[in-house]
Every structure is written in structure tokens, then in C-alpha cells.
């Protein structure tokens, strides 16, 4: 690249100055010249986007993989199991950890499996050590393995599974009984992978603990409870006892964060953390009505505690002791006699594991054998309800488990068999059964008789109900004057026509309504092209056609989020989602509220509360007469209530002092838990009309706040976009007459009931209903609201997790008559009243 310009230079210093010129204006030499700069550019361009590219592409993939290695971490992977030996005597001195006996045995046999994974090249690269944990008669030990892999192979974790390690741990026995060693014998091994969290060492004083169970209750608690315990706990507790016994726990307090994954206590039927011995796993709440109480099968029990949240809760106070093991596997037999109760083993606490019962169940001859289920829990991890292959009840070569809301079975003649089988891991409430026995030729006196042998009302047969399960009361049904004649034969409630939802399931009830398939109905009932959606225009006059579309930004309807700056969230019920619509955040700000902290097991066929089910419901009582109306918490100094139990033709009732609030309540006639309250201050809508019952909502505000506990918290109210579509399936509530003209009841009562179209609403109230009521009929027959539920709330669970309070109770025609809905004040349309008043 130099030599032109020299030569050049030699040039100009032998020639004169016009030579000069003349050579560096010559065509062809300026070609060159032009060539090689360009040349010279273009290899300059070309270095600096190779290292460029290097730069922004190579070092930025570099940088990020050195990234992703720094955020990747090693992985412990850990399994515990138990081995069977032979030839080595039990010696009390093994269940001591720090005794030369444990010691000795436990060094040899951690020193076996070290042997035993050799015969895997995998699992002996990375094998770290084995723990004798420890030993129980048999002789069984318990132990855990751990194999440590690098962040560098993390992708050979899928080749760690429980198979393979079994595989390696019974080669090596099976090699081992060639060689000369004759002081330890294994008969079996198991593993099962393991969290490590739970793998501990004996010995050592981390919350590790040794108990001793006999006929006295004792009990022991959590670390820090019940102020809360620490993050990062690691704690275990192995529960012993004499060989002809088995233990019981019972959970006296247990309040652990609700989320599994964190925080949670595991229960086993071994002294090892193996999952297939695992009792239970638990997390959350539970109310004094739902201990969790849970048995073994034999004389040992594990228990881990696990924490690693930030959030303290209180923890858990636990009593043990031991029972009979005959106790345990008591169950079975001959039942005979016209009826009976039978349940599973220890019912109701968890059935204990490896049970088998069979009952035989004999009624005269002549009659059949009818067992109705009142209680069905048997949940486990990873089962498939349609085959049950693990925890079950079989009757009649059929096998029940899961969680059944309803199953009553009938025998083919007068004796049927039951049998009950429970594996060696996960166990649950189990069952509670009543027999009886009935005349086929009349099986329900003065009742209708469904085909699964469940006897109902004769007044629930073509109500459009599937009250007997299998809707044998609902075929070949002459539907009645009220009532609308499905396609397929089925009788359905007039009010439920073009509700938008399929109540008949071949979709007939809503294909005669006002707006074709090709169309779009707004909230105000009138039809428009389906394509007027999501256009960014609001065509229907309620904005409906614009209400869930993300993509229509600035429109503002009755149906938008109204943010706090302003902005409109176009989204159904963008409040309490968990999700950041609003750019102040302002529709996730107020949403400690809605919550049942209480875990709640579903009884079949209950009407009756639990205890915190309904945690927001208040009973209000006047003077001497008890309980007069319902209310609902909706701060910790106020309640939400209807004006007709106040606005009345006694001046009497709007006095605050003629009031007592009782919160927390479950019993009218117990105390326990329940917070009483004096009433500062009674707010009556200023229009509502005693004649029409129009704007049905008063405020009361408490003289002092209340405590918010498992058992006491607010409901969340609705923003005024909220929708509660028709055919929702919400709750009443309330202490009401349990009949029409009947007496009022004494423990809460709840009531599944379903929002209906505000169109039919108005048509079967004649017209009585304004914008500020809304309708719901009953959904489980002859149910609703009644005299006495006044003022209670009626209360819909969202997606998001939540409870709102649709509407509050406010007038019906009767209790639950036929095409009567009850109607409640609609809470979305009163919402900024609420505001206005108490600023929620």
C-alpha cells in the first residue's frame, strides 16, 4: 500500500514541478488512486462492523450466558427411604442418636449406600453423602442421599428419577450378598425423592426433637408461637411409642401461610420424609369446626415444618398421644337392623394409612338397601377420580373417591357390600354413611323417589332442578303453566328464558330472544351487528359493546374502571384481579377484603354455616326481640345494612342506642369469638320509599372498631362497573325464618341462589323493580331468602379469588314461592352513595 506514494515522492524530487502536476492529474493513475481508497473504506467498514457485531452480538451473548450462569444454581437433589435388615437385633439403644449402638450401625450402613450407588456411573459422579436418621423395630432404617449437581450439568437432572436410584440401591444389594459381608443383611430398600428442606441430621439442635407418645394427651407447638415463627425454619419432631399402639395428632390452633409452596407442615406414617409414606401436607387455616387431626398405622410418626416466607403467621399448637392399634384397624363387620350409621376408620379424623374394611349390610327380605353418603373426602395428590386406583369405597364393583357434594347409592336386593381401602400414603376425612332399609313397591312415602333411591319433596319433581342427581326427576315431566318446555323434554322456570345462560343444555331457551347469533345485545336489551364490538366507538348507549376490549382506550362507560386519575380500564371487573390496570394502581388499592381465611370442607347436603364461612355476615338485634335483621362488614367501622329495618312506622328502630351489633357470629346462642359492637350512627338513603323499597340501603357506623380475625372481615364492594352477569351463582345469607310464617333460625343459613336477567326480573315482579334492585331466584328448590335475612348480604365469588357483595336483602313476595325471586338493592348502582358517606 506505501510503495505508490514512494515512488511517487522519488519522482516529484527528480522531476520539475510541471511534471509533477502533469502526473497526479494523468486519468489512469487518478483511477487507481479512486480504487484503492475505496478499497481502503470499505476494509475499514468492514473492521469496525466485525467489531461492532462482536460487541453488540458475541459479547452481549457472552454477557448474557454469564448472567443466566450467575442467576442458575447447583441442585441438591435429595431421596429418603427406609431398609429392612436382617440379622441385626433390635436394640432399645438404636432410637438414641448420640448412643455408640446408633453411631456404629448408622456410620456402617451410610457407608453401604455409598457402595450401593457405585453401580451407577451417574450417581456416583456426583454423590455427596448418606444419613442414618433413624431406626425402629423390624429392624427398619431410615435414611436420606444426597447428590449435588453443578450449575455447569444441570441438564442431566431429568436422568435423577426415583427409578433409577432404586435401580442402583438393589443392584448393589443384590451384589453385596455375594461378598463376605455377613454382619448386615438388607431384605428391601425404598427412595422416594425428597424436598431437601426436609432432609435433617440427627443430633444436631436445629429444631430437631424426639417425642414419646403414651395414653396423656401432650402437646407441643411451633417455634415461636404464637407471635409467629421465623423464616427459614427446618424443624422436625419424631413421635414414638410402644409397639401395640398407634398416635394420634390433633391440631389444637394451626394458622400457617397459605401458600403450600412455602410454608407448610408434612405428616408421615415413617421416620423418614419418604412422600410415599406421607400422611398429609397442610398449609393456611383452619376453624375450630375443621381440626386437622390425623392418625398412623403403626407406632412411629414424622412431622417436618417447613418456612421460608417473609410473612409471620402464628404457627401451630399440636397434642399427641397414643391409642390401641386395634383401635386403628377397627372397621367392618355385619350391619343389620331397618338403618344404621357406619364411617370410615376413626372418622372423623384421617383415616389412618394401609386399611382395609369391608362391611356387609343385611336388611329384611324383601326390601332394598339404601346408603346415602353425608360426608365424602378422599383427595389425593395425582388421582384420577374416574378410576381411583389408590384411596377408595367400592360399591357394587363401582369405586368412589374425591370429593362428593352428593351420592346416595341403592342395592339390587336386600344385602349390599362395602369396602373401604386406604394405600400407605395420603389420607383424608374419609366418609360418614347412613343405611336404611325400604319397600321397593313404596320406597319414599309421600315423597317422590328418585332412581339412585334418594327420596325428595314431591313438589321439587319438574322444577327444572336436578334435585336427585342423576335427573330422574326431571324426565318425562308436563310442564306447567310458569314454566318453559325445553327441546329435550326438560320443564325450565319461565325467568330463566333468554338469561343468556343454557339452563336447558340444548341452548332451546335462548334461541327465541330478541337478538339473532349474528348480533350483539347491549346491556340495555337492544340487539345491534355483532361487529359494532370492540370498534373503539360506543354504540350501544350503555357502552356495553366497548366494556371487556383492551384495545378501546378513552372510552368512558357505565361499564369502564374509573381509575383514581381518571383513566377508564375498558375490562369487566378490573378491581382486585391482581392485575395493575390502572396506572396509579388504583384498582388494586382497597382489596384487603372478600377473604374466608378459614380452610372449609364441603358437607353434603348441608345448609347450615360453618364457622367463618361467611366472615363478613353480622346479626343485628333490637332492644329484647334478638335477632331482627342482617348486616354486612364492610370496614372495621362500618356495616352495610337495608333502610326498611330502620325506616319503619316506630321511630324506635332508626335509634343507634336500640341497636346491637354482633360480629363473628355463627350460633345465635354462643358467644365464642363474637365481637359485640353499640351503634354510633344509623345513615338511611335520603330517597329511599317505603312503598316501593326503592334505594333499600343504610349505613351504620360502629362506636368502636372492630377486631378483624378468622372469623370477622369485610366483604369487598364492587365498583360501580361490576357486573354480575344472569346465571351467576351467588350466596345469601342469614338467620332468617328457615319457612315462610316459620320460626327464624339459630345457626346461620346459607342458600345457593342465581342472578336473573333484569328483564325477567321486571316481567315476574310487574314491573316493580328499578335500576337499583336486582333479582335472584333460588337455586337448590324451595330456597331463598325470607323474613329475618333483611338487610344480609348477598355475596358472589370472582375469578380473582375475591367475595363482593352483589346486592343486600330487601323484599320478596313470600319465601322462595314458585317464580317469587327475591330482590335485593343492587349495590354497583348505590356504590358512590357508600363513598359519599363513609369514604371506602
Not at 414414638?240 to 403450600?260: M, Q
Not at 333468554?498 to 340487539?527: H, I, L
Request: hydrophobic share 30%; net charge negative.
Amino acid at each position: 500500500m506505501y510503495s505508490s506514494p514512494t515512488y511517487e515522492l522519488n519522482g516529484y524530487s527528480n522531476s520539475t514541478e510541471p511534471n509533477v502536476r502533469r502526473k497526479r492529474n494523468d486519468p489512469s493513475k487518478r483511477k487507481t488512486g479512486i480504487v484503492i481508497g475505496v478499497l481502503l473504506a470499505v476494509l475499514i467498514l468492514a473492521a469496525v462492523a466485525a467489531i461492532l457485531i462482536w460487541l453488540f452480538v458475541f459479547k452481549t451473548h457472552e454477557e448474557d450466558e454469564a448472567t443466566m450462569a450467575m442467576q442458575l444454581k447447583p441442585s441438591e437433589q435429595v431421596f429418603s427411604g427406609q431398609m429392612k435388615l436382617l440379622n441385626v437385633p433390635y436394640d432399645q439403644k438404636l432410637e438414641d442418636t448420640d448412643s455408640r449402638e446408633f453411631k456404629e450401625l448408622g456410620r456402617n450402613l451410610e457407608a453401604i449406600l455409598g457402595e450401593y450407588y457405585k453401580t451407577d456411573p451417574l450417581l456416583t459422579k456426583y454423590y455427596n453423602t448418606s444419613v442414618i436418621t433413624a431406626f425402629s423395630e423390624g429392624v427398619l432404617a431410615y435414611y436420606w442421599s444426597q447428590f449435588d449437581i453443578p450449575v455447569s450439568d444441570l441438564e442431566i437432572l431429568p436422568e435423577f428419577s426415583e427409578e433409577r436410584v432404586l435401580d442402583a440401591l438393589e443392584n448393589g444389594n443384590k451384589a453385596s450378598r455375594t461378598m463376605t459381608r455377613s454382619d448386615i443383611r438388607i431384605a428391601e430398600i425404598t427412595a422416594s425423592f425428597t424436598d431437601p428442606r426436609m432432609a435433617r441430621t440427627p443430633g444436631t439442635n436445629e429444631c430437631f426433637h424426639k417425642l414419646e407418645a403414651d395414653e396423656n394427651p401432650r402437646l407441643f407447638k411451633s417455634p415461636g408461637y404464637p407471635d409467629g415463627y421465623p423464616p427459614k425454619s427446618r424443624c422436625q419432631w419424631q413421635i414414638r411409642t410402644s409397639e401395640e399402639n398407634a398416635i394420634t395428632l390433633n391440631f389444637k390452633f394451626f394458622h400457617i401461610e397459605d401458600d403450600c409452596s412455602d410454608d407448610f407442615v408434612s405428616i408421615f406414617d415413617s421416620l423418614s420424609p419418604d412422600d410415599s409414606q406421607a400422611i398429609t401436607e397442610k398449609c393456611g387455616q383452619r376453624p375450630p369446626s375443621n381440626p386437622l387431626m390425623v392418625a398412623s398405622s403403626s407406632n412411629i410418626m414424622l412431622l417436618n415444618f417447613i418456612t421460608d416466607s417473609d410473612v409471620q403467621r402464628p404457627g401451630f399448637e399440636a397434642e399427641y398421644k397414643a391409642i390401641p392399634l386395634t383401635e386403628v384397624k377397627k372397621c367392618g363387620g355385619v350391619l343389620s337392623g331397618a338403618k344404621g350409621v357406619f364411617t370410615s376408620p376413626l372418622h372423623p379424623i384421617f383415616y389412618p394409612p394401609a386399611v382395609d374394611c369391608k362391611w356387609t349390610i343385611k336388611v329384611p327380605t324383601g326390601n332394598k338397601v339404601r346408603v346415602k353418603f353425608t360426608m365424602f373426602r378422599m383427595k389425593e395428590p395425582g388421582v384420577d377420580i374416574r378410576v381411583c386406583h389408590k384411596d377408595y369405597v367400592e360399591l357394587m364393583s363401582t369405586k368412589y373417591c374425591g370429593e362428593l357434594s352428593s351420592l346416595v347409592l341403592t342395592s339390587e336386593n336386600n344385602v349390599l357390600e362395602v369396602t373401604f381401602h386406604s394405600d400407605e400414603s395420603y389420607t383424608d376425612k374419609g366418609f360418614s354413611a347412613e343405611y336404611s332399609a325400604y319397600d321397593p313397591s313404596n320406597p319414599c312415602p309421600n315423597e317422590f323417589a328418585c332412581n339412585s333411591g334418594l327420596c325428595i319433596a314431591k313438589e321439587l319433581k319438574c322444577d327444572g332442578w336436578n334435585d336427585c342427581g342423576d335427573m330422574s326427576d326431571e324426565v318425562k315431566c308436563q310442564c306447567a303453566s310458569d314454566q318453559f318446555a325445553c327441546g329435550n323434554g326438560l320443564c325450565k322456570p319461565k325467568l330463566w328464558v333468554c338469561d343468556r345462560v343454557n339452563d336447558c343444555g340444548d341452548g332451546s331457551d335462548e334461541k327465541q330472544c330478541s337478538c339473532e347469533d349474528t348480533e350483539w345485545r347491549c346491556g340495555n336489551g337492544v340487539c345491534l351487528p355483532r361487529d359494532v364490538t370492540c370498534n373503539n366507538r360506543q354504540d350501544c348507549e350503555d357502552g356495553s359493546d366497548e366494556a371487556s376490549c383492551e384495545t378501546s382506550p378513552g372510552i368512558c362507560s357505565d361499564f369502564s374502571f374509573k381509575c383514581w386519575n381518571k383513566e377508564c380500564v375498558n375490562k369487566v371487573n378490573a378491581e382486585c384481579d391482581r392485575v395493575d390496570d390502572c396506572s396509579d394502581k388504583s384498582d388494586e388499592s382497597s382489596c384487603d377484603c372478600g377473604t374466608r381465611p378459614y380452610k372449609l370442607n364441603r358437607i353434603v347436603g348441608g345448609q347450615n354455616a360453618e364457622v367463618g364461612e361467611w366472615p363478613w355476615q353480622v346479626s343485628l338485634h333490637f332492644l329484647t326481640y334478638g335477632h331482627v335483621c342482617g348486616a354486612s362488614i364492610i370496614s372495621d367501622r362500618w356495616l352495610l345494612s337495608a333502610s326498611h329495618c330502620f325506616v319503619t312506622s316506630d321511630p324506635q328502630n332508626h335509634i343507634s342506642s336500640n341497636w346491637i351489633t354482633y360480629s363473628g357470629m355463627q350460633d345465635q346462642y354462643k358467644q365464642e369469638g363474637v365481637q359485640r359492637r353499640n351503634i354510633k350512627r344509623i345513615i338511611s338513603h335520603e330517597d329511599y320509599n317505603r312503598m316501593t323499597f326503592d334505594y333499600d340501603i343504610a349505613l351504620l357506623e360502629l362506636e368502636e372498631p372492630l377486631e378483624f380475625t378468622n372469623t370477622i372481615q369485610p366483604i369487598c364492594l364492587p365498583a360501580p362497573s361490576h357486573v354480575f352477569p344472569a346465571g351467576m351463582a351467588c350466596w345469601v345469607t342469614g338467620w332468617g325464618a328457615l319457612r315462610e310464617g316459620g320460626q327464624k333460625a339459630q345457626v346461620l343459613q346459607k342458600a345457593s341462589v342465581k342472578i336473573i336477567n333484569d328483564t325477567v326480573c321486571n316481567v315476574v315482579t310487574e314491573g316493580q323493580v328499578t335500576s337499583r334492585m336486582l333479582c335472584s331466584g333460588f337455586l337448590a328448590g324451595g330456597v331463598d331468602a325470607c323474613q329475618g335475612d333483611s338487610g344480609g348480604p348477598l355475596v358472589c365469588f370472582e375469578e380473582s379469588g375475591k367475595w363482593f357483595q352483589a346486592g343486600i336483602v330487601s323484599w320478596g313476595e313470600g319465601c322462595a314461592r314458585r317464580n317469587k325471586p327475591g330482590v335485593y338493592s343492587r349495590v354497583t348502582k348505590l356504590r358512590e352513595w357508600i363513598k359519599s358517606k363513609t369514604n371506602i
